[in-house]
């Protein structure tokens, strides 16, 4: 399985700031993912992370809201733009690599924020 | 036995018990079914996945099975521990290699 790390691993925030929030994998993957998981819930895709190309975002999810980098093919980030108390989630980055019976996807440690 | 909490329905077992934990999925045309297991404070975390093309794959301890015809599938998890106390998610992929996550299952195992 990938090694996976994200920082910050957790942080507090006040409204109208922004974070940006940073994934890197030990080897060069192809597709990698983030994810948005609220308190007590199960995870939401938000976009996956094109290498050389804009973000491809899911329904409910925008650019100007959560910009995404990924620059080469070990590393990318998600901002959260002018956070608002909602945004309190813990976010993940999802890499695609062998494993199991077909190329699945691995999870990093997710990163905690809190917005006040 | 099982009971809903506030956010996620609960499975409480003994140690040594063996634990069922259920999904149902929404999309016939999904290929490809994985089990993660995510602990307090952690990322989800691989357990065991199976393709469509199959109804029962073994792992060391746990088993899946897939019954395609109601759209549902199980994890079984044999002799279980403490350390297997966990939220456990299903997810099934449709295409595009995106993932959609069930709800999630909250294991407690007592000792």
């Known amino acids: 399985s990938a090694v996976i790390s994200q920082k910050p691993s957790r942080d507090i925030c006040q409204r109208g700031t922004s974070l940006t929030i940073q994934c890197q994998v030990d080897?060069?993957?192809?597709?990698m993912f983030w994810y948005r998981q609220q308190p007590g819930q199960s995870l939401t895709l938000i976009a996956t992370?094109?290498?050389?190309?804009?973000?491809?975002?899911e329904s409910g999810f925008v650019i100007d809201k959560f910009p995404i980098s990924r620059p080469n093919l070990t590393f990318s980030t998600l901002t959260v733009s002018n956070m608002s108390p909602e945004d309190s989630s813990i976010y993940l980055c999802?890499?695609?690599?062998?494993?199991?019976?077909?190329?699945?996807?691995?999870f990093g440690p997710g990163t905690r924020l809190l917005v006040l | 036995g099982e009971s809903v909490g506030l956010h996620l329905p609960t499975l409480s077992v003994q140690e040594g018990d063996n634990s069922i934990i259920n999904c149902a999925y929404s999309?016939?045309?999904?290929?490809?079914f994985i089990w993660y297991k995510q602990e307090s404070g952690k990322g989800p975390q691989f357990i065991i996945d199976?393709?469509?093309?199959?109804d029962k794959r073994q792992g060391q301890r746990v088993t899946v099975l897939l019954n395609k015809t109601v759209k549902h599938l199980s994890l079984q998890i044999a002799a279980t521990q403490p350390g297997d106390s966990a939220v456990y998610f299903c997810?099934?992929?449709?295409?595009?290699?995106?993932?959609?996550f069930g709800k999630g299952t909250m294991l407690l195992v007592s000792p």
């Open positions: 999802s890499v695609e690599r062998e494993g199991g019976s077909q190329e699945t996807q691995y």
């Open positions: 080897s060069q993957v192809t597709m």
């Open positions: 992370a094109n290498q050389g190309s804009e973000a491809t975002y």
């Open positions: 999309n016939s045309a999904s290929d490809y």
């Open positions: 199976i393709r469509s093309n199959m």
């Open positions: 997810a099934e992929n449709s295409g595009y290699s995106t993932l959609t």
